[in-house]
């Protein structure tokens, strides 16, 4: 798609040029996630395949999920804690450490491990089949490759990535736990009850759901186009693997920014 | 691949990934809350409820009773409307009065209910007849001043 950049006819037009192509690829990833969906129900016929993907995107993640957000959460204790005794509220600390693991720490740092540790693995292998030329034996053998390697890859991501993200806030939690509790001496009656009285079921657990789905949807479908797209070569595939990190990760940001807008709007808070 | 250990870890993940999400419902969120069947909605009327917020808590002797469900203004009256959910299994006389108060300096408003000596108790839909405003700072600190430069004119 840059090879309209090569000869450029002046340096307006090149402008004119790099616009347009980036419209044209914003269009044929929707396309292609349109046709991802409508291939979908092999996915479903065939769970196995997907259950493969569910382990390679998301049970191989659980440790640096876990890892990272057990640290999140006693970096985010340390931190609050600090803060907070200056107004000798330290009480208040689980709540403050719950509600931004919740709603957006939790989604979005998963998010974004998600991206380098799962979305990449997931381009590579869809380039490297492709510079192989294993989509084409499947499309001779009357295989779809869309509905064979790319949707089951698609849907692993989507359904992985809430249940990481919710693994992420929970792991969080539990360190501020150890830190703010266990280390420092916050009350822990105080500590889980301000938690219980301050977060709301509907309002921020759900929340927290709903947008890791979105990013979920939003990762799996970069990195699924970015692999399909991207050109047989060893420097196409090492390229669209960079490009599906960078790509998802400023997504995954600037849905969480459109996203928490609605919700505040939303609940009216 | 052997698809027996992909299926057990993909089992494992899905379990933990669940237990994670039980374990925020439960312990960390306020679920079931709302959602025991005797509950019931009163509403009250203020003349100024501060900064009061929806979901902001009821609270009877300082214990917590419920949640204040919504809150607007009654174009009739020029009064703000707080309609608050309260526990089925704490019940009210009927003349039970609601005040606006304040969790410590900086803290947020709640609903405080002072129970009357009525023997007939408050209904789904009913009102709260007796009710006190939040204290405005401002308008305190002005009583304050008009009390003072009175006193000083006096002498």
């Known amino acids: ?269 | 691949m052997n698809s027996r250990v992909v299926e057990f870890w993909v089992g494992m993940f899905v379990l933990v990934g669940f237990a994670s999400l039980l374990f925020l419902a439960l312990k960390v969120g306020n679920l079931g809350f709302g959602e025991d069947a005797g509950s019931y909605t009163v509403i009250a009327k203020f003349n100024n409820i501060g900064s009061l917020k929806v979901r902001a808590p009821v609270r009877a002797a300082g214990v917590t009773v419920g949640r204040v469900d919504s809150v607007d203004f009654d174009a009739a009256g020029y009064q703000a409307r707080v309609s608050m959910t309260i526990t089925g299994t704490y019940q009210f006389p009927t003349d039970t009065s609601a005040s606006i108060l304040t969790s410590g300096v900086l803290g947020e408003n709640y609903v405080g209910l002072e129970a009357g000596a009525d023997e007939t108790f408050l209904k789904a839909g009913d009102q709260i007849q007796i009710t006190q405003s939040a204290v405005v700072l401002e308008q305190l600190i002005g009583r304050f001043l008009y009390d003072k430069a009175q006193s000083n004119g006096g002498k």
């Open chain 1, 1 to 269: 798609m840059w090879e309209v950049l090569k000869k450029p006819t002046s340096h307006i037009g090149a402008i004119g040029a790099f616009t347009l192509a980036a419209i044209q690829r914003l269009g044929q990833a929707t396309l292609f996630l349109g046709q991802v969906l409508r291939h979908s129900g092999t996915s479903i016929t065939r769970p196995a395949l997907t259950v493969r993907e569910v382990y390679f995107a998301g049970a191989l993640s659980l440790i640096i999920i876990m890892v990272s957000g057990l640290f999140v959460g006693m970096v985010l204790g340390l931190q609050g804690y600090e803060t907070l005794q200056t107004y000798g509220s330290e009480e208040k600390l689980g709540v403050l450490v719950a509600l931004s693991l919740v709603r957006e720490l939790g989604p979005v740092v998963s998010a974004l491990l998600f991206a380098s540790r799962a979305g990449s693995a997931i381009t590579a292998e869809i380039g490297l089949m492709k510079a192989t030329e294993q989509i084409v034996a499947m499309d001779m053998m009357a295989v779809n490759p869309i509905a064979r390697v790319v949707a089951p890859r698609f849907w692993g991501g989507v359904i992985s990535m809430p249940l990481l993200a919710a693994l992420f806030s929970a792991m969080g939690i539990f360190g501020a736990y150890i830190v703010g509790v266990r280390l420092i001496g916050v009350d822990e009656g105080a500590f889980w009850s301000q938690m219980q009285a301050a977060v709301d079921f509907d309002h921020d657990i759900m929340n927290g759901v709903i947008k890791s789905m979105v990013f979920g949807v939003g990762i799996s479908a970069v990195a699924t186009f970015e692999g399909f797209d991207a050109p047989p070569t060893a420097e196409g595939v090492s390229r669209a693997t960079t490009r599906t990190v960078v790509h998802s990760s400023l997504l995954v940001l600037a849905l969480d920014l459109v996203l928490t807008g609605f919700m505040m709007r939303m609940w009216g808070n």
